[in-house]
């Protein structure tokens, strides 16, 4: 049986040995509540908090700044929701707050911001694009109002790979509002707006420290860094108010009620201590190589096919595809039909038949945006499966037109 070739890393990551191995004990023995306080409860508690110092060193920040989650999708629900609720906006009761995003972030993001908006609790502003995929600061910045609470604005688009200047944008906000707005002083409480990332794909790759980035809030996913499924992180910086979306028990510093899934955090404790690991930016490098021939040699075999998003501004594991007169959907199932796995974009929203918002916001027509295909590399990849890979899309492009004719 021929041996298949996954190239939808962005979607999900194989768990790591590593990661694996520091799991199995919470799994099977030390099977204690963390909250309990007796000996089986402490040992998991303990083993909580060492994930957290290990979430600490890759994010630069505190232990108390950072808030386990059910994932990357309820870690952006919190920061988006908690912060609506608990930061009044300038102009008191009859002012709604007003938050600013792109349009272009992942649904996660969208959706409870859409939410907000149809329920009339809040406004919301999405920034478009530049037709490379990436925004700029200073359309963020004209896009803020004196009600504005929140900025979200994700790292490293999931789709096309395109990354945003987030510590420029964040920088441009700190110095929009100290001009424009009142400081507040307290410690307590930090100045309006915020600025909220969605680190989830950028984390493999990028630099996270929130202090170099100026965030007050950012989210990251355990499946996306070859940890486990079911388990995320939420920085929130000291001072920021935050409501808890989950209710109950208190747990998280009374942000993430809910007894905590102990097995899944240290896994992805070990998972952001192994992306520090110096061998990770060689892998890094060899990825970028990997991803780079990828590019050429497709480009150069499939006649009218187009790369989206910025050649240069782009992650080193991405790669989207349109190939004019093909759905990118019978890519696909072609593709894995022989042996490849790859996507037309993000996992959350491949099921759907609609256009990708992300395409459409850089301005592609449907039929362009329909004609995606996305494959991403890990640290798995070979350079034999590259080359595989190429050959078998050019293949099936070359067929899927040929029927269609």
Not at 36 to 45: I, P, T, V
Not at 204 to 220: A, H, I, W
Not at 348 to 368: N, R
Request: glycine content about 8%; charged content about 25%.
């Amino acid at each position: 049986m021929t041996k298949a070739i996954y190239l939808d890393y962005a979607a999900s990551t194989p768990i790591d040995k590593k990661v694996l191995e520091a799991m199995m004990p919470y799994l099977k023995r030390y099977y204690g509540n963390p909250s309990s306080a007796h000996s089986f409860g402490q040992k998991a508690r303990a083993a909580i908090e060492q994930a957290r110092e290990r979430a600490t060193g890759f994010l630069g920040c505190k232990a108390a700044e950072v808030v386990f989650t059910g994932g990357a999708t309820e870690a952006n629900n919190l920061a988006i929701q908690g912060v609506i609720k608990s930061n009044p906006p300038a102009g008191g009761q009859n002012s709604k707050p007003h938050i600013v995003m792109t349009a272009i972030e992942h649904e996660s993001v969208l959706e409870p911001c859409r939410t907000l908006e149809r329920e009339g609790i809040a406004e919301v502003t999405y920034v478009k694009p530049q037709k490379d995929g990436i925004v700029r600061a200073e359309d963020v910045e004209k896009a803020i109002q004196p009600n504005t609470v929140l900025v979200s604005i994700m790292y490293a688009n999931s789709e096309i790979g395109t990354i945003q200047p987030i510590a420029e944008i964040a920088k441009a906000i700190r110095s929009f509002k100290s001009s424009k707005f009142e400081i507040r002083n307290s410690k307590l409480q930090a100045a309006l707006p915020l600025v909220h990332t969605d680190a989830v794909q950028a984390a493999n790759f990028l630099d996270c420290d929130v202090q170099k980035l100026g965030v007050d809030l950012l989210t990251l996913s355990g499946h996306k860094i070859y940890g486990p499924k079911g388990v995320g992180v939420l920085y929130v910086r000291e001072g920021v108010r935050v409501a808890p979306v989950v209710q109950g028990g208190g747990q998280e510093t009374g942000l993430r009620s809910g007894t905590e899934n102990v097995a899944a955090i240290v896994g992805m404790g070990q998972a952001l201590e192994a992306l520090g690991d110096p061998r990770m930016a060689i892998t890094n490098i060899k990825i970028r190589q990997l991803r780079d021939k990828l590019i050429k040699t497709v480009l150069r075999k499939v006649p009218d096919c187009e790369l989206t998003g910025s050649a240069q501004n782009r992650l080193p594991n991405n790669v989207h595809f349109r190939f004019r007169g093909v759905e990118g959907r019978d890519v696909v199932i072609a593709l894995d039909q022989k042996g490849i796995a790859a996507s037309t974009g993000s996992a959350c929203s491949e099921k759907t038949q609609e256009p990708s918002h992300v395409l459409v916001a850089l301005g592609l027509e449907e039929k362009e945006s329909l004609s995606a295909l996305r494959l991403t590399l890990g640290k798995y990849t070979k350079a034999e499966d590259i080359e595989k890979a190429v050959r078998v899309i050019a293949q099936t492009v070359a067929q899927l037109r040929k029927a269609v004719v």
